[in-house]
């Protein structure tokens, strides 16, 4: 275990591309929170919201199961556009659960968000590390990064992070060396091959998946940009075997073209943060945009499958 999950405090940080304005209003506005707020599935319906030192937040999280999570949030420090602290999941039969303290700051246009979640004991904080990850409650703060974009350019796209134990060089190594991209990107189940490998500024990339058995599956990558060590962005396109564009074998309605960015910040020495942002690209029709949104709880399950698949391969290397 390491001395971060010895700590009693849990740690988020986001940057948000939008003003700290508009990132303390989606956390304060009863309306822009619902459309956010929770776990991938899960909807928020606000009884009462007094914000101010002294007020509370009382509401429900609705589960895509059906189960109704009563909440109350005691706020103890509301410094509009810079600080939120708060008690966090009182009810009137339960004590909070742990303390939050908020920072927003502005970073060049961009807006950081500074989070901690304070827990009575080190056992306490691993154990409700667990029940976030089960639940998938950090993407909370990727629908928080889709609901902003949308707000700004009336876009849809799909965000997910996740922070890796391993040097900012490493794991940009990971995404533009073939022979480690390989062995964490497919779908588990799944292995990867490259027919032919451009990882490079204007370059393409071609290969195939397949599970052995029944599915194999061809696709290319176009490399937009490649900024070592923090960016990467590239299209990709699902292909027969001849290279010529085709449609996912299993959704013939998703995109024909998505466009993944993906960036690169450095959390300390040997920690990572990758955020993936991805969207449609070119020419899209009602009936895929549909599809893609309908389909961002799938791709939370995808990403965090090979995200798994990266930590494993990262304690190989």
């Given amino acids: 275990m390491s001395d971060r999950n010895k700590s009693n405090e849990i740690t988020i940080t986001r940057i948000y591309d939008a003003p700290v304005q508009a990132v303390w209003d989606a956390w304060t ?21 007094d914000l101010r030192p002294g007020g509370s937040w009382v509401y429900t999280m609705h589960g895509p199961d059906g189960v109704d999570y009563p909440n109350k949030t005691l706020y103890l420090e509301v410094e509009k556009y810079s600080k939120l602290v708060y008690d966090h999941g009182a009810s009137d039969d339960r004590p909070p659960m742990f303390r939050v303290t908020v920072l927003f700051s502005e ?4 807006t ?8 009575p004991t080190p056992e306490a ?25 949308k707000e700004s350019s ?8 996740r922070t890796f ?3 900012l060089e490493l794991m940009f190594d990971m995404w533009t060396d073939p022979k480690h991209f390989s062995q964490w990107l497919p779908p588990t189940g799944f292995r990867m091959e ?42 990709q396109q699902f292909c027969d075997e001849n290279e010529k564009v085709a449609r996912h074998p299993m959704a013939p309605t998703w995109p024909e073209t998505m466009l ?23 020419k899209v029709t009602p009936e895929e945009l549909e599809t893609f949104i309908k389909s961002k709880s799938g791709m939370t399950q995808g990403w965090t499958g090979s995200f798994d698949k990266l930590d494993a391969h990262l304690s190989k290397s």
């Fill in 29 to 49: 506005d009863p309306e822009q929170v619902a459309q956010w707020w929770g776990p991938r599935g899960f909807t928020l319906t606000t009884q009462s919201k």
């Fill in 107 to 110: 970073r060049k246009g961009k």
């Fill in 112 to 119: 950081k968000m500074e989070m901690s979640m304070t827990l």
């Fill in 125 to 149: 904080a691993e154990e409700t590390r667990k029940f976030i990850k089960k639940a998938g409650g950090d993407s909370t703060w990727d629908r928080l990064a889709e609901y902003l974009d």
């Fill in 154 to 161: 009336g876009k849809e796209k799909f965000v997910i992070n």
């Fill in 165 to 167: 134990d391993a040097p």
């Fill in 194 to 235: 490259f027919i032919r490998s451009g990882i490079k500024p204007g370059g393409s990339s071609f290969y195939f998946m397949t599970d052995d058995r029944k599915v194999k599956m061809y696709g290319r990558l176009e490399y937009l940009r490649i900024d070592r060590p923090d960016h990467i962005v590239y299209t």
């Fill in 260 to 282: 993944t960015n993906v960036e690169f910040v450095e959390e300390g020495p040997e920690r990572t943060r990758v955020t993936v942002t991805w969207e449609p690209y070119g």
